[in-house]
């Protein structure tokens, strides 16, 4: 059993508000390497977490013999290159998601995968949180029955403020808007959840904000959407048969932040809140009963969304599976999971350019 797990990072966005600090919970976790385009972020990302080694060249961080997990937290135009390289490299791989640009990219991450003893998995750490597993296991014991409908919303008012800077995120060729962001977490959750695919999908994008200065305040187009509406067919599983689906995703929504799935059956209703909270009403009951959960621990100093919480959680359990030498954990998604979002991204993408359902 190797006793430190040593841990790279490239990127200093999301991994230095969440990744970090939640690996820095895991006892047999080390950070040994940060990188960011900026050196100045990396630089002090280093400094605020005592992490010995600070580049802007992203590579230094997958070369170094010290570093077994890479995890790459850059805009999803640079995700496959990265991950090409660390996999040369035989690194263990922490790819953020929405995993790439496009099916094409996606695919040959997947193929460069194979055959190499190393764990590759994409970020969807919301799988991890409790409430999301046992919801999962209630689905399975037939709580609500076959499932005929399920409503996806997503609110978030940030993206609404006109005086956010832009960045990446306000670039569709780099890979920024809320279809991606939001939508890959989505798509990853209905499909965990169901045990079944997507089989047809149509797409509505908007961009409220059109225009932002950036950081020299120059005013740019903003190119992706900061709205996402989709309408969802599945195919016929154990849980689903001829089953909808109505998703609402908004980054430019107030007043209060939401993030929920409901979840419409033959023998009741089940919903998921951004905690894991679970609520149930079984078939003719009027109310909600909330039913136990136990949340687990966040990070320290921001809101919990509900993705630092399960950060932490999926953390442990990559530490503790790489410390037993395994490449493969229980409910994790994989790369093959990422490019199966990947595919109904693209689709998506098609539906709302040529205003019609898209069949997958």
């Known amino acids: 059993m190797k006793e430190k797990i040593g841990i790279g990072f490239i990127g200093t966005g999301f991994a230095r508000k969440v990744q970090i600090p939640a690996f820095k919970l895991c006892e047999n976790a080390e950070i040994v390497s940060i990188a960011s385009a900026s050196l100045a972020n990396a630089e002090s990302t280093a400094k605020e977490f005592k992490i010995p080694h600070w580049t802007d060249n992203w590579r230094e ?31 263990h791989i922490l790819c953020e998601k929405p995993m790439a640009m496009n099916v094409a990219e996606a695919q040959k991450m997947c193929e460069a995968a194979k055959g190499k003893n190393v764990m590759a998995l994409i970020d969807h ?6 409430g999301r597993q046992k919801a999962y296991k209630m689905l399975r014991d037939g709580e609500i029955g076959k499932i005929r409908h399920i409503k996806y919303v997503f609110r978030n008012a940030q993206r609404g403020n006109p005086d956010i ?11 920024g808007g809320t279809l991606g962001a939001i939508g890959s977490h989505m798509i990853d959750t209905v499909r965990w959840f169901l045990g079944t695919e997507i089989s047809s999908v149509f797409c509505q994008l908007q961009t409220h904000v059109k225009q932002r200065k950036d950081a020299n305040g120059e005013i740019k187009q903003v190119t992706s959407d900061d709205e996402t509406n989709l309408l969802l067919r599945f195919a016929d599983s154990d849980l689903t048969e001829d089953t909808t689906g109505n998703v609402s ?4 929504e107030s007043p209060d932040f939401q993030h929920s799935i409901k979840f419409i059956g033959t023998e009741g209703a089940l919903k ?10 079984k078939k003719g009951e009027t109310d909600w009963t909330q039913i136990d959960v136990e949340l687990e621990r966040s990070v320290d100093g921001i809101f919990n969304s509900g993705f630092p919480s399960g950060f932490v959680a999926f953390a442990q359990r990559i530490v503790d ?27 998506a993408r098609e539906s709302n350019a040529n205003g019609c359902l898209i069949k997958i």
């Open 61 to 91: 961080v997958i070369e170094n013999e010290n570093v077994d997990l890479v995890c790459i937290t850059t805009p999803p135009d640079l995700h496959c290159e990265q991950t090409l390289y660390a996999l040369e490299h035989n690194k």
């Open 321 to 347: 599976a790489l410390q037993d030498g395994k490449t493969e954990i229980p409910h994790a998604a994989t790369f093959e999971d990422g490019l199966r979002v990947q595919e109904i991204l693209d689709a």
């Open 249 to 252: 995703l908004s980054m430019i």
């Open 125 to 130: 750490e919301l799988r991890f949180q409790n």
């Open 272 to 281: 998921v809140l951004y905690l894991g909270e679970i609520f149930l009403a």
């Open 165 to 175: 800077l832009w960045n990446w995120w306000s670039d569709e060729k780099q890979g």
